[in-house]
């Protein structure tokens, strides 16, 4: 059973900065790329960053560009999101998820698995 846990939102004020983890299990972690959405109240789930297989190649939203970096430790089974410089509409449940193949990262019907979110939550 494939279970992708997100850890570390909480509440921050703007400029501030969280270090977002996700932790892979049940896949082999090192055959999939990942990545990290994000979804406000009344909003669709989008995409916030993404990261190849091996690590070599990163992507990003342009509302979060220089400002979040993604990387991955596949030895740790392990994705991060480090944000930094937040700012109120950065507020979101933020989600992990684990894409096998596909062209598109920003793409969510590419993904196979996802976690079930964590809140960032950002004070003005």
């Known amino acids: 059973q494939v279970q992708l846990v997100e850890s570390g939102g909480g509440l921050v004020q703007a400029g501030g900065s969280l270090r977002l983890s996700c932790v892979a299990s049940?896949?082999?972690?090192?055959?999939?790329?990942m990545g990290w959405f994000r979804q406000a109240p009344g909003k669709e789930r989008e995409f916030v960053a993404g990261i190849s297989w091996s690590g070599g190649s990163t992507y990003y939203a342009d509302s979060v560009k220089d400002r979040f970096t993604i990387s991955r430790d596949n030895a740790k089974d392990t994705v991060y999101l480090q944000m930094s410089s937040l700012k109120p509409e950065d507020t979101a449940v933020y989600y992990c998820?684990?894409?096998?193949?596909?062209?598109?990262?920003?793409?969510?019907?590419?993904?196979?698995?996802w976690g079930q979110g964590t809140q960032v939550t950002v004070s003005s």
């Open positions: 049940g896949l082999t972690f090192g055959w999939y790329a």
């Open positions: 998820a684990a894409r096998f193949r596909g062209q598109d990262m920003a793409h969510r019907a590419q993904y196979d698995f």
